[in-house]
T-cell receptor
Framework: GQQLNQSPQSMFIQEGEDVSMNCTSS?????WLWYKQDPGEGPVLLIALYKAGELTSNGRLTAQFGITRKDSFLNISASIPSDVGIYFCAGRPYGQNFVFGPGTRLSVLP | DTEVTQTPKHLVMGMTNKKSLKCEQHMGHRAMYWYKQKAKKPPELMFV???????INESVPSRFSPECPNSSLLNLHLHALQPEDSALYLC?????????????FGPGTRLTVT
């Protein structure tokens, strides 16, 4: 079935640093969603993207829908300890259900 | 309000028990989903209801039985589960099933099968 590649798999950063992660697919998507999940909790929607080239911000988070419609990027600026968690991308091919990336595990060191 | 609620938060059941998981949303969404999530893995789609009708069953064993009593409620009935069914079960909803819409998750039910 459809699969997404998400990188990096994990990252350790210092508090205050910026973070970048991305998701790529072999198929064209019409929607990209970015989620954050804390242990034992459900994923929380951070940003939704609907158009190629779209750049959307939510506080310190910025995400972009790639021009090719096959990728998306999430940036976190000035990381803080509560940014720790697993970040999932999810993409929706036309007429199909969402496909999830394997996640990026973020650790923030004080 | 973008809230999806799930009950119970935690559930421990034996392999011969029958239990149900419940999910509710009041966003007027017409698509509702059940996902299963194992530790350190992404959510795995189980079922999709669109306009209260089952539209997707991702080859889920019959010991899992979904039900959508109305557009706001989604149940997952469990019977004769196996220990490997222990996982976080997530409910989600979106405006419709296939369009460019956001999908919101509930907090999940942590299920342990003994």
């Amino acid at each position: 079935g459809q699969q997404l590649n998400q990188s990096p798999q994990s990252m350790f950063i210092q508090e205050g640093e910026d973070v970048s992660m991305n998701c790529t697919s072999s198929s064209i998507f019409n929607t990209w969603l970015w989620y954050k999940q804390d242990p034992g909790e459900g994923p929380v929607l951070l940003i939704a993207l609907y158009k190629a080239g779209e750049l959307t911000s939510n506080g310190r988070l910025t995400a972009q829908f790639g021009i090719t419609r096959k990728d998306s990027f999430l940036n976190i600026s000035a990381s803080i300890p509560s940014d720790v968690g697993i970040y999932f991308c999810a993409g929706r091919p036309y007429g199909q259900n969402f496909v999830f990336g394997p996640g990026t595990r973020l650790s923030v060191l004080p | 309000d973008t809230e999806v609620t799930q009950t119970p938060k935690h559930l421990v059941m034996g392999m011969t028990n029958k239990k149900s998981l419940k999910c509710e949303q009041h966003m007027g969404h017409r698509a509702m989903y059940w996902y299963k999530q194992k530790a350190k893995k992404p959510p795995e789609l189980m079922f999709v209801y669109s306009y209260e009708k089952l539209s997707i069953n991702e080859s889920v064993p019959s010991r899992f039985s979904p039900e959508c009593p109305n557009s706001s409620l989604l149940n997952l009935h469990l019977h004769a589960l196996q220990p490997e069914d222990s996982a976080l079960y997530l409910c989600a909803s979106s405006q419709e099933g296939y369009g460019p819409y956001e999908q919101y998750f509930g907090p999940g039910t942590r299920l342990t099968v003994t």
